[in-house]
């Protein structure tokens, strides 16, 4: 079986759900590939793999989306921040500090962008790196902060995440499939 995923979606949903599929078949060979959005579809189109794992804004007529999981937006904030104590944070609060985020071709930027400019708050990335574990890293660094999904946060991490659903909408994680195509059955 072959699943393609997002770093999210590989690191934060798969580990468990990989465990108890192993255990109930031992003898099918699970193979994961870290794959961006855009290149996971292409992927199911060519049936290079069984089905995608992942969140899905925009969903193309040709592909099938069973949303599972439910993640709230966050804004990260190092330790020590001006905003980390800020009962009530705003768009506009936001503005004045150089926002981070993954590079521009995925969704998340896409979704930070859209809602700034309908808000019509100016914004400044200062940072435009991939992986939600960097960015942290970044932001814990002080280089910046950052709109992210709450999957992402652990305990431990040196951050201060505050909901920010009032302004961004939820991301959901699923099933991603090519309308059409049924998953045969696992055997053991």
Not at 49 to 59: K, Q, R, T
Not at 163 to 183: A, I, Q, W
Request: proline share 8%; with cysteine.
């Amino acid at each position: 079986m072959v699943i393609a995923a997002g770093e999210s979606t590989i690191i934060y949903i798969l580990p468990e759900l990989v465990a108890r599929f192993r255990e109930r078949y031992p003898n099918i060979h699970v193979r994961l590939k870290n794959v961006t959005g855009k290149d996971g579809l292409d992927q199911i189109r060519e049936d290079k793999v069984d089905f995608a794992i992942g969140s899905m804004l925009d969903i193309p007529v040709d592909i099938g989306y069973t949303p599972l999981w439910s993640f709230d937006p966050a804004l990260i904030l190092p330790l020590g921040h001006p905003l980390a104590e800020k009962k009530e944070i705003r768009l506009s609060d936001i503005a004045p500090f150089g926002l981070i985020l993954p590079p521009r071709r995925l969704t998340t930027w896409r979704m930070v962008d859209q809602v700034f400019q309908q808000a019509r708050v100016p914004y400044e990335v200062v940072l435009e790196v991939g992986g939600w574990e960097v960015i942290k890293r970044y932001v814990e660094s002080g280089f910046g902060i950052s709109i992210v999904t709450s999957i992402c946060l652990r305990e431990g991490d040196r951050l201060v995440a505050r909901n920010m659903s009032t302004y961004f909408p939820k991301r959901t994680y699923g099933v991603v499939t090519r309308r059409g195509r049924h998953l045969p059955p696992p055997k053991n």
